[in-house]
């Protein structure tokens, strides 16, 4: 048997497991896997450096399916390859509920799978964070213990997607080399031929952007390892353009919009074998070939043995540092560097912009906790991002710790969820609180795949001001807290903003954003307290000595509205109390004695926000006060815009009297 045969033999493996799951689920997108299994068969059995064995491996290459529909194609590989994760069993069982091998990969199902790739781009605005991170961990741990390349599988849909050009031209501006893109040029799209929505020049495009562009027959081993090893040896990412045929081999259907994501049926399966010569019965692959594949799961065992002599070579700081940081675990000094700046708060009672309060906040922590990388979406000075500790990255030194990601909010946070996924790195950045939803489908991913990374968002409410209600979020808050394993934080001083920080950063499961103020706010907490109140999501931060005639929830920058009221309420001899409300989904999380013991028995309760109603019923009841937006907001001075809009304590405890008869 000739290299030749042995590659096409290896690759319609590929195709006929595809093939097969697709038929048994009678659902699914097979032309793609038989398009690109020429490629994947090449680059994972002559270059991809991996483990099998030990599929976490620090330093391996990340292969990330951007193009997710294709799905089969990554299930049938890691199958063949011999990861345990990925059974026969499981191939049989795609698209069933449980099983391992979802419609689209799904990042933590099992291992081999590097992130979740369901809309199209986002795999490869992830790859581009990963990319980052390991330009960044080399330049910290050095070239023995980091060097491993990003390849991306990319089709037409990514690259239409908005989020392709931010993603590319991040990567070009910061040159990084390490990044290999296969564009599967296979010319159809659902509707049809590509030609009929868009007529880019792709290559053209990249290549502007500062990327090296290359092309090849996306079927012909041997010019698929030169343009491999051309890439690799570029100063630039790189873009492979590999002209493919969609379900290639299929006799009917191949090269048609028939074969993207629909079963091929019995008759053109039938053809298929047929004209690929695979006499095999379904799910079955030849003993010789399995064990082709199964040698070439192994070709990395010696890199990885290579590395691991390296690694017990390095120094013990490294050694410890490198694996701290890869698990996760916050340093040892956190914890109490938190607690001291905490006591000093307590003492000082600054009065600051939440905004402000952040980067005092994030100067003590980026002291101790090395791995943060920061940034903004070209709003540095008025995020407060950056610290003293976080020099700028450049495209010649990623020594740094800011990164300068430009007017690309949804390209920066889809490269943060890849920079988590890469693990040793903390990424947070900065932007606009009504800039969400641009990022809001990147943010939703790291909710899904549970990656800790954290959105610095601020001018978070009409308290921005003159900017006008294009900039003033009022339904975002709702928003965000409708994504699951999302936490959503409003704090409503410096205190609170701390201790919003510590449970972003020791949250290891799931993303946070930060909701932060352009105006001053006043310090609320009087006395230093170990206990995280913010841990609770809703504390009582006013109580009353006799049962309450009205409680008032609030959260951020109206807890002041609240306390003010508070005061004119107590004068007039009403009893309240006042409830700060940080994080709805973190008092969701809490006992549901601690749950009814918070939101009380209060005749009266009324919240207040500076946005629309939505889930404070939670707290209020159905009859309950709401004192907040009703609409959008308007362009004038932020305290006039409060007074406006009846978000005031004179408001609070007008409606308190009005409820109560008084």
Not at 75 to 94: A, I, T, V, W
Not at 287 to 306: E, N, T, V
Not at 615 to 634: P, Q
Request: aromatic fraction near 8%; charge should be negative; glycine fraction near 10%.
């Amino acid at each position: 048997m000739t290299d030749l045969d042995k590659h096409q033999r290896m690759a319609n493996a590929i195709r006929f497991l595809a093939i097969d799951a697709v038929e048994k689920a009678k659902s699914g997108h097979p032309g793609l896997p038989m398009g690109a299994a020429d490629i994947a068969t090449v680059l994972f059995t002559q270059f991809l450096k991996f483990d099998p064995t030990t599929p976490n491996w620090a330093d391996r290459d990340r292969f990330v399916l951007s193009a997710g529909h294709g799905s089969m194609l990554l299930y049938s590989l890691l199958y063949l390859l011999g990861y345990e994760d990925f059974s026969l069993d499981e191939l049989k069982n795609f698209r069933q509920i449980g099983s391992r091998t979802a419609g689209h990969p799904e990042y933590g199902h099992g291992a081999g799978i590097e992130t979740t790739t369901g809309p199209l781009g986002q795999g490869l605005g992830n790859a581009v964070g990963m990319a980052i991170a390991e330009r960044l961990q080399v330049e910290r741990f050095g070239k023995d213990l980091v060097d491993h390349y990003t390849y991306v599988l990319a089709g037409d849909g990514c690259l239409m997607e908005g989020i392709s050009q931010e993603a590319l031209s991040l990567a070009g501006h910061l040159k990084l080399n390490k990044l290999i893109v296969f564009w599967d040029d296979n010319g159809i799209s659902i509707d049809g031929k590509v030609e009929i929505t868009d007529s880019t020049d792709q290559q053209a495009r990249f290549a502007a952007s500062g990327w090296n562009t290359l092309s090849v027959d996306g079927h012909d081993p041997e010019a698929i390892a030169a343009v491999i090893r051309q890439a690799q040896a570029s100063d630039r990412p790189t873009l492979i353009a590999a002209k493919t045929t969609i379900g290639f081999g299929a006799p009917t259907k191949a090269g048609t919009a028939k074969v993207h994501g629909a079963p091929l049926g019995a008759e053109e399966i039938e053809g298929t074998r047929a004209a690929l010569n695979w006499p095999h019965q379904p799910f079955e692959v030849p003993s010789d070939i399995l064990d082709a594949w199964r040698i070439a799961g192994l070709r990395s065992s010696q890199a990885h043995k290579d590395w691991q002599k390296r690694f017990a070579e390095a120094d013990a700081e490294s050694r410890a540092e490198f694996e701290r940081r890869n698990r996760g675990d916050l340093p040892a000094t956190f914890t109490k560097a938190m607690m001291d700046y905490k006591k000093k708060l307590a003492d000082e009672q600054p009065t600051m912009a939440t905004r402000k309060a952040s980067e005092a906040v994030l100067t003590v922590i980026n002291e101790v906790v090395p791995e943060t990388i920061g940034g903004s979406a070209d709003l540095t000075g008025s995020n407060n991002t950056k610290t003293p500790q976080t020099q700028p990255v450049t495209p010649t030194d990623f020594s740094g710790r800011y990164i300068h990601y430009g007017v690309r909010e949804h390209g920066m946070a889809a490269a943060m969820n890849g920079m988590a996924l890469h693990g040793g790195l903390i990424p947070y950045s900065g932007g606009f609180l009504i800039f969400s939803d641009y990022c809001r489908p990147s943010i939703r991913l790291a909710a899904l795949m549970g990656q800790r990374v954290i959105h610095v968002m601020t001018h978070d409410s009409i308290g921005l001001g003159e900017d006008g209600p294009t900039h003033q979020p009022v339904e975002h808050f709702a928003a965000l807290r409708a994504i699951p394993n999302l936490t959503f934080f409003r704090p409503a001083d410096i205190t609170e903003t701390l201790e919003c920080w510590q449970l972003s950063l020791e949250n290891r499961k799931g993303p946070s954003v930060l909701a932060l103020t352009r105006q001053n706010l006043p310090s609320l907490r009087k006395s230093f307290e170990e206990d995280n109140f913010c841990a609770r999501g809703a504390y009582v931060l006013i109580d009353s000595e006799d049962d309450a005639a009205v409680t008032i929830f609030a959260s951020g920058s109206e807890v002041e509205i609240a306390t003010d009221a508070h005061r004119e309420l107590s004068n007039a001899g009403i009893t309240a109390r006042v409830v700060s409300v940080p994080s709805f989904e973190l008092f969701e999380a809490q006992s549901d004695d601690y749950k009814a013991d918070l939101i009380g028995t209060s005749p009266v309760k009324i919240a207040v926000e500076a946005g629309i109603r939505m889930g404070w019923d939670r707290f209020i009841g159905n009859d309950g006060a709401f004192v907040g937006m009703k609409g959008f907001g308007a362009s004038g001075p932020y305290k006039e815009l409060y007074e406006h809009f009846g978000i005031t304590k004179d408001a609070v405890v007008a409606v308190a009297k009005e409820r109560l008869g008084a």
